[in-house]
């Protein structure tokens, strides 16, 4: 049989030994564990053949610790206090909404939708930090050290863990300043007398689809005003600089605000979108994580 070394013996082991000096039993010691007396008897052999040591006597009236034993169990005790320790310190840490986070996100979604609700989630969890990265590019979650990445559109493949947040369609806006200027387009073939806004950032947002008489019909638009942020076509919008095809889980609080209005509502073929939180699939049940994902589902809610 292979000789055991010290370095092999743990917590269950030092938990063991630490009640039999405290009962003196081995038979008391195996009823408390549901086992045989045999097992517990093998057991603390097993912990003296590791230190080469006999650390204690056993006769017809009991058991007595030697003086190898004493010091062996003063040890022990004194590792299980230190386990005991680190326990209770770490383990309000396993829970707590704490440390930094780090979110990537489009300025479209950050201004409109996210930044907003921050200070409400720090209120609720004042130990978190939030740093945003934004842009309309797809972040490198791991190169970047990003925990979450908001995402449009298809979810990546691999080891991630994927949370849907919302769904949205695509249509067409312009200022109440500008269609009060230049008249509301009443068909698609009139959108070629007016500015339109394009997006350099995400081509496929300058395909606009329609409801023909034909059928679903697409219009290329290059746009007289063009901008490589939605965020900023949003803007180019509200400044009365013309139409812009917008995604309407922004667009919408801004007609209900008065500051947009739909133009061509009943020709325009919105699709449907996704938009999902990612998460590396090995941090997914961080604290800070799990804080954010119910948060940010909250705040793309319906209604």
Do not use: K
Not at 84 to 98: D, H, I, Y
Request: with cysteine.
């Amino acid at each position: 049989m292979a000789r055991t070394s010290m370095d092999q013996l743990g917590f269950d082991d030092f938990e063991l030994f630490d009640r039999i000096a405290a009962t003196r039993s081995l038979s008391e010691v195996a009823r408390e564990r549901g086992v045989a007396s045999s097992n517990v008897s093998r057991a603390l052999g097993r912990i003296e053949a590791a230190c080469g040591l006999r650390l204690a006597h056993r006769s017809t009236h009991g058991l007595a610790l030697t003086d190898e034993g004493e010091l062996f169990l003063e040890h022990a005790q004194r590792m299980l206090a230190e386990r005991r320790a680190l326990q209770a310190s770490l383990g309000p840490r396993r829970t707590a909404v704490t440390g930094l986070l780090r979110l990537a996100l489009s300025r479209l979604l950050a201004e409109y939708i996210v930044v907003p609700s921050l200070p409400a989630l720090r209120a609720a969890h004042p130990g978190l930090q939030v740093e945003l990265h934004l842009g309309d590019r797809l972040a490198r979650m791991a190169d970047e050290g990003i925990d979450i990445a908001v995402r449009a559109g298809v979810a990546p493949a691999g080891h991630h863990v994927v949370r849907p947040l919302a769904r949205y369609g695509r249509r067409l806006y312009a200022a109440p300043a500008y269609l009060a200027q230049h008249g509301a387009p009443r068909s698609v073939a009139e959108l070629a007398a007016h500015a339109l806004v394009g997006n350099t950032a995400v081509p496929g947002h300058n395909l606009w689809s329609f409801h023909g008489p034909d059928g679903p019909a697409s219009l290329p638009v290059q746009g007289q005003l063009r901008a490589d942020c939605s965020a900023a076509v949003v803007g180019l919008a509200l400044a009365g600089a013309g139409i812009a095809s917008l995604n309407d889980l922004v667009a919408e609080p801004l007609v209900r605000q008065g500051r947009l209005q739909p133009v061509l509502a009943h020709s325009v073929a919105p699709g449907e979108h996704s938009i999902q939180a990612v998460v590396l699939a090995e941090r997914h049940r961080a604290p800070r994580i799990r804080a954010m994902l119910a948060h940010l589902q909250a705040v793309f809610a319906p209604g």
